[in-house]
């Protein structure tokens, strides 16, 4: 623990439950789907109107907002001297997300500042709150986009010129709904950065414990494979002169799952997306669309994967006369979090009565990202039987305001963490 720890000088302070409760809520009446969920793909009309939100949210907190130029939103506290300590995560969601991905880390953010305020206790340093353009990278690639951007990861420039998969180009999204900001990138550097978070994964049920005091961030490489075939009558072609991409892509899907589950381990494979033209019933295709998602917390398993798949690609491509072509989405290897937040994560959160492990994270996060600046780490909360990406996602109140309370107490804390500590 950071020495002189400014946390240590107000262990009875707690965050209000139900404030942030009820900012939970409210954010999740904003492009409501059935089951409870939420669609706010990135930069779209509804991700406007939650960052709107967000930003009225900030602003009643008289947090100073910025929004930079890949459309992040910064709000700083500025009291003390120095880098703040930064929180925060994401509102953008994939097309049936839950109501707590992204949204709970950012709004607990909020609660903690809010919270420090109302009670009179000022840190030493400026603690903030950031919203990433684009986590999830479901409507442009990769994920973690504005975050990755935010810590000179990727040009202003190149995330500008990213074409969705519906067509429309970033830069022209963020103009249109008024979030293409002037605050430059790379941003500023953190004192320190820490992400609270649903688990999505169904370890911290499983072992009936109620914190994850996160260690790394398993490494993600995303591909889309476009396969060129002979589109052809459905009736009239025999099957030994087709060139169907439809059937190359159902056998790709199928090595994918075999793949993940020879190597075992850590190792997923996931083909979420397929597109077929023309996508008729009588016609044999002429072409198909997908994506793999491919991730291992061992970098060099990892790359064994890619090139088993890539191998594998070859070979059916040859096989059935067709041609295929891949465009990598994103590669990220993988992250470890600093050994000094990942203890002051855990120490604070057994000090507050609660349950804890350390644990990889199977999903990326934009705390992935700020590692590359500033000692970071993530907190977790569990998942109801381990379902995220889905409208069913839940997590008890309980546990939300557990989390909430160690990220309180773990933001105070890093205020006093040493920069020369190792
Ligand atoms: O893809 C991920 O792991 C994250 O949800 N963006
Ligand atoms: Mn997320
Ligand atoms: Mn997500």
């Given at each position: 623990?950071?020495?002189?720890?400014?946390?240590?000088?107000?262990?009875?302070?707690?965050?209000?439950?139900?404030?942030?409760?009820?900012?939970?809520?409210?954010?999740?009446?904003?492009?409501?789907?059935?089951?409870?969920?939420?669609?706010?793909?990135?930069?779209?009309?509804?991700?406007?109107?939650?960052?709107?939100?967000?930003?009225?949210?900030?602003?009643?907190?008289?947090?100073?907002?910025?929004?930079?130029?890949?459309?992040?939103?910064?709000?700083?506290?500025?009291?003390?001297?120095?880098?703040?300590?930064?929180?925060?995560?994401?509102?953008?969601?994939?097309?049936?997300?839950?109501?707590?991905?992204?949204?709970?880390?950012?709004?607990?953010?909020?609660?903690?500042?809010?919270?420090?305020?109302?009670?009179?206790?000022t840190?030493?340093?400026?603690?903030?709150?950031?919203?990433?353009?684009?986590?999830?990278?479901?409507?442009?690639?990769?994920?973690?986009?504005?975050?990755?951007?935010?810590?000179?990861?990727?040009?202003l420039?190149?995330a500008?010129?990213?074409?969705?998969?519906?067509?429309?180009?970033?830069?022209?999204?963020?103009?249109?709904?008024g979030?293409?900001?002037?605050?430059?990138?790379?941003?500023l550097?953190?004192?320190?950065?820490?992400?609270?978070?649903?688990?999505?994964?169904?370890?911290?049920?499983?072992n009936?414990?109620?914190?994850?005091?996160?260690?790394?961030?398993?490494?993600?490489?995303?591909q889309?494979?476009?396969i060129?075939?002979?589109?052809?009558?459905?009736?009239?072609?025999?099957?030994?002169?087709?060139?169907?991409?439809?059937?190359?892509?159902?056998?790709?899907?199928?090595?994918?799952?075999?793949?993940?589950?020879?190597?075992?381990?850590?190792?997923?494979?996931?083909?979420?997306?397929?597109?077929?033209?023309?996508?008729?019933?009588?016609?044999?295709?002429?072409?198909?669309?997908?994506?793999?998602?491919?991730?291992?917390?061992?970098?060099?398993?990892?790359?064994?994967?890619?090139?088993?798949?890539?191998?594998?690609?070859?070979?059916?491509?040859?096989?059935?006369?067709?041609?295929i072509?891949?465009?990598?989405?994103?590669?990220?290897?993988?992250?470890?979090?600093?050994?000094?937040?990942?203890?002051?994560?855990?120490?604070?959160?057994?000090?507050?009565?609660?349950t804890?492990?350390?644990?990889?994270?199977?999903?990326?996060?934009?705390?992935?990202?700020?590692?590359?600046?500033?000692?970071?780490?993530?907190?977790?909360?569990?998942?109801?039987?381990?379902?995220?990406?889905?409208?069913?996602?839940?997590?008890?109140?309980?546990?939300?305001?557990?989390?909430?309370?160690?990220?309180?107490?773990?933001?105070?804390?890093?205020?006093?963490?040493?920069?020369?500590?190792?």
């Amino acid at each position: 623990m950071p020495r002189g720890d400014f946390s240590q000088q107000h262990l009875d302070l707690r965050i209000d439950g139900d404030r942030l409760m009820s900012r939970i809520n409210a954010l999740a009446e904003i492009a409501p789907i059935d089951g409870g969920g939420n669609c706010r793909l990135a930069l779209t009309d509804e991700d406007k109107y939650g960052r709107d939100l967000l930003v009225s949210w900030m602003k009643d907190c008289n947090l100073e907002v910025s929004i930079d130029a890949v459309g992040n939103i910064i709000g700083i506290w500025n009291v003390g001297v120095g880098a703040p300590v930064m929180s925060g995560s994401h509102i953008d969601t994939v097309r049936t997300g839950g109501r707590f991905d992204g949204c709970y880390g950012v709004l607990a953010a909020l609660e903690v500042i809010e919270t420090c305020q109302k009670m009179g206790v000022t840190p030493p340093r400026p603690l903030s709150v950031g919203i990433f353009t684009d986590e999830e990278g479901a409507r442009f690639a990769p994920d973690m986009l504005g975050s990755l951007v935010y810590v000179g990861g990727m040009s202003l420039e190149e995330a500008l010129d990213v074409i969705a998969i519906d067509g429309a180009k970033l830069g022209d999204e963020l103009v249109r709904i008024g979030y293409a900001g002037t605050t430059p990138c790379p941003g500023l550097i953190p004192h320190a950065f820490v992400e609270l978070h649903i688990e999505q994964g169904p370890m911290l049920e499983a072992n009936n414990v109620r914190i994850g005091a996160v260690t790394s961030v398993q490494g993600i490489s995303w591909q889309e494979v476009t396969i060129i075939g002979q589109s052809n009558h459905a009736g009239t072609t025999p099957m030994s002169l087709r060139h169907d991409p439809a059937y190359i892509a159902a056998e790709i899907t199928v090595f994918m799952r075999k793949l993940a589950i020879t190597m075992g381990g850590d190792q997923v494979c996931t083909v979420g997306k397929i597109d077929i033209h023309p996508n008729l019933t009588n016609v044999v295709a002429a072409k198909a669309t997908l994506t793999l998602d491919v991730r291992n917390t061992d970098e060099s398993l990892l790359k064994q994967a890619e090139s088993k798949i890539s191998k594998f690609l070859i070979d059916i491509a040859i096989g059935e006369g067709v041609k295929i072509t891949t465009r990598q989405l994103a590669r990220f290897e993988p992250v470890i979090f600093d050994d000094r937040v990942i203890d002051c994560v855990e120490k604070i959160a057994r000090d507050q009565g609660n349950t804890v492990q350390r644990m990889p994270s199977g999903a990326g996060h934009d705390a992935q990202m700020l590692a590359r600046v500033c000692p970071s780490g993530m907190i977790f909360v569990p998942s109801v039987k381990g379902i995220s990406h889905n409208p069913a996602e839940f997590t008890e109140t309980i546990d939300l305001i557990a989390g909430a309370n160690i990220l309180l107490h773990t933001m105070l804390s890093l205020t006093t963490l040493e920069s020369g500590d190792k």
